[in-house]
């Protein structure tokens, strides 16, 4: 067969590589680059992410590709750091005994909130996914620490749709990032970073025979007697990894429209560290931003000879207007970095950053092949929820190869 694969992400190149030698392959990438929300600024000393990566050791799915593409030695697993800034100073997060100390909680509180990290990993996210965040926190936890701790993390994730978000997805990623040890949480990172990852896949899929087509916005997708159309080239099927209803935009046919927000993320390299050798630092004050990402307080800084700081927002509907000089002015007088020593700084804005998870979406979730010889899968599949991540969108592009192979026309 002759199989379309529309889009150069993690979830089209995983399905592309399992489905390439069998068949004929060709991915679809309207950036110059492949690699999606993995992409990375290469600059003349180093790559780097445009928009913060780490990996986690239970992703189980990414780890296979990556000791597959022979990249097993280069994943290291590093000390991840967090904290929390409140009324302009941080509090760092990261070990029992800071979370100890912090001064926003009571001892009760924070007993409680221990308790309730615990029993996380238990949660029935089935049961979970129909009931609003917010609720479930207020009757588990009471209305201060939903206030003073959950809301404004909720708040710059999801915004104005905080109050709609499932518990579901509240309780796995406390489940994930609460997988910690005394000295914090373990975090995998490739050294030389992720792009390693895509051009690996790259250079395999090239051995195989699969031919990458980037600069190529896909802009029609029709049905036809005996397959599809593809902006006028003939395939047996197609895998779209596009949102739902992107896809159904395309082929006219009528796909859901999931709840989508977008990501703005200010990248800059800087000769002092913001976050006093914080990798990861929620904002709990009223910011343009929710986080404050030190990538070289996760990896050494010796490697990039500069700080590199990912200034990071989720937005609904467009991104803020003249974002890029709101992040940089408000970054350097909150966390007193002189301008003149930002070495460089570039954003990403990503309209489709990921799916807001709100109550019921569960039953949301499309049915990964709507029409004979289409397919779709992406951050929005199953093994994405309850929330997207690298893993899961491997795993959702071998699902959907698998799908493809089981399937005749
Ligand atoms: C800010 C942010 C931080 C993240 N951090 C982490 C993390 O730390 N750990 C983790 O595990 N996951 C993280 N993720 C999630 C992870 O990046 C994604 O789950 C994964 O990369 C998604 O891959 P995908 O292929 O499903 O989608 P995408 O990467 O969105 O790929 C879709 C591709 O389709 C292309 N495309 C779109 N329209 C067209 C068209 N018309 N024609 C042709 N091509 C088109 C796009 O250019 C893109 O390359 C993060 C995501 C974001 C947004």
Redesign the pocket.
């Known amino acids: 067969m002759h199989i379309c694969v ?9 399905a592309a590589l399992r489905l390439s030698g069998a068949h004929t392959v060709t991915v ?4 110059a680059e ?6 990375s600024y290469r600059l003349p000393d180093y790559a780097i ?1 445009s ?6 050791s239970g ?1 189980v799915h ?1 780890r296979a590709l990556i000791s597959e593409l022979g990249l097993s030695e280069r994943l290291e697993w590093l000390k991840g750091s967090t904290g929390y800034m409140v009324g302009g100073s941080i509090s760092p997060l990261t070990t029992p005994l800071e979370i100890l100390r912090y001064p926003h909680l009571s001892l009760l509180e924070k007993i409680r909130l221990g308790l309730f990290v615990l029993g996380s990993k238990k949660a029935d996210y089935e049961t979970l996914d129909e009931i609003p965040a917010e609720r479930f926190i207020r009757e588990e936890l009471g209305d201060q620490i939903y206030r003073s701790f959950f809301e404004p993390l909720l708040k710059s994730k999801f915004g104005e749709r905080r109050s709609e978000v499932s518990a579901a997805w509240l309780m796995s990623r406390i489940a994930i990032r609460s997988d910690r040890g005394s000295e914090g949480e373990r ?1 995998g990172y490739i050294k030389g970073g992720f792009v390693e990852l895509i051009d690996a896949l790259l250079l395999r899929l090239d051995e195989m025979g699969c031919r990458v087509e980037t600069g ?4 029609s997708l029709q049905a036809v007697e005996d397959g599809w159309m593809v902006d006028g080239e003939r395939y047996d099927c197609v895998i779209s ?3 739902p209803q ?1 896809t159904g935009r ?1 082929s006219s046919l009528p796909l859901p429209s999931l709840p989508y927000q977008g ?1 703005a ?1 200010l990248t800059l390299a800087t000769s002092s560290d913001p976050t006093d050798g914080i990798y990861w630092v929620n904002i709990g004050d009223s910011a343009p931003y929710g986080a404050v990402i030190t990538h070289t307080n996760l990896l050494p800084f010796e490697r990039y000879g500069e700080h590199i700081v ?1 200034i ?1 927002s ?1 937005y609904s509907g467009t991104p803020p207007d003249d974002c890029e000089e709101l992040f940089i002015s408000d970054f350097c007088s909150r966390f007193s970095i002189p301008r003149s020593s930002i070495h460089w700084h570039r954003l ?1 804005i ?1 309209p ?3 799916p807001v998870y709100l109550t019921g979406y569960r039953s949301m979730i499309p049915d990964p092949h709507p029409a004979p010889g289409l397919f779709i ?5 199953s093994e ?1 929820y309850p929330e ?6 491997v795993a ?2 071998e699902a959907i190869a698998q799908s493809v192979m089981e399937w005749s026309p």
């Open positions: 529309i889009g150069g992400g993690l979830t089209g190149l995983s679809l990438e309207m950036d492949p690699g999606g929300c993995l992409s992410e928009l913060y990566h780490h990996c986690f992703d990414l975090l190529h916005r896909v802009s990894t596009l949102p992107e395309l990501s993320c990912y990071a989720y990403r990503e489709y950053a990921g899968a992406g951050m929005f599949s994405n997207r991540s690298m893993d899961g969108s959702a592009g």
